[in-house]
DNA sequence: ATATTTATGTTGCACTGCAACAAGAACCGC
DNA sequence: GCGGTTCTTGTTGCAGTGCAACATAAATAT
């Protein structure tokens, strides 16, 4: 189980980033949106490092013979965030792709790891119900939970 | 106690913020650290506010005949973080004056208003049961967790 | 009093994030 | 197919974030 969470340092890239390729191509079919060349390639370059990237960080990476602008790559992720495709890391202004499938407004827990900066993502269902009688108790009407966690993850650790 | 989370907007600003210097000069005085002018002032800016400021909008209030540059800012915003007089609040890059006095890694949950900008803190004890269950679970040992939850506070949903 | 630590000033820069307008590409109805 | 609408991308520009690196000043320690 604990493997399931943080992706082994050693496993079949190209294969789930495939897969994630492939359901966000389904998704986009289904909601009649558009997956263009370019959002696909900021989809494919967060997906091939399963780390948080910056804006000029996508942008190196994407950079042919022609280098996008950064209104360009934070357009393309607005509309991988706005189709669950992609999140952000607040605490580090990065992006990850998601690799979950979750429903809309599941709660996502972010494991952030400090040593070798990759973002797992555990269920929060547990975690979800907590916030709510928390945020209840003050009144306050929740709206989307962002939770973030830094620590070291499971393979780091076992050096 | 709904009340007691997010600041009635008619509250006594200046006796909570008196309030939360004494202890940030308390605290210091028993860590031999030093309240700086500067420090003090970024404090009470930030108190005097209750709502999450920008280093630009600190930067606004605090200036007088001369103008402190970013960095200046940043640095006194490091200490006051260090020593848990201030909390970032990573979704918006902003800054907020914590006025809960929490022991050192206290999970703290923070309800943002969409509205009007007020940042309440919520306890967060039963979530920290949730999440340190959660992240075991992915072999995940962590450190400091950040919540926050976007939303319409109680003051802001009576209208 | 001098050395050491600690804090602030100065300069400079890379990155974030987006507004506003222009131009192009895809889709729709006729 | 054609013109109009909508969606997407290109271009320019800018305010804000966040900090590195070095110089200077202030406080503490010896």
Redesign the pocket.
Known sequence: MARAIFPAPDHDHERCASTAIAHAEAQCAARA??L????RQVLEALLASHKPL????IIERIAGDTR?????I???L??LRDNGFVHRIASR??FVACVHNHADDDLVVFLICERCGAVGEAPGAGVAEALKASSRTAGFSAKSPLIEIAGICSHCRER
């Open positions: 949106q558009r263009t060349p370019i959002r910056g804006a000029y960080e996008p602008a950064p209104i360009t934070y357009r393309a607005d509309f202004n990065a």
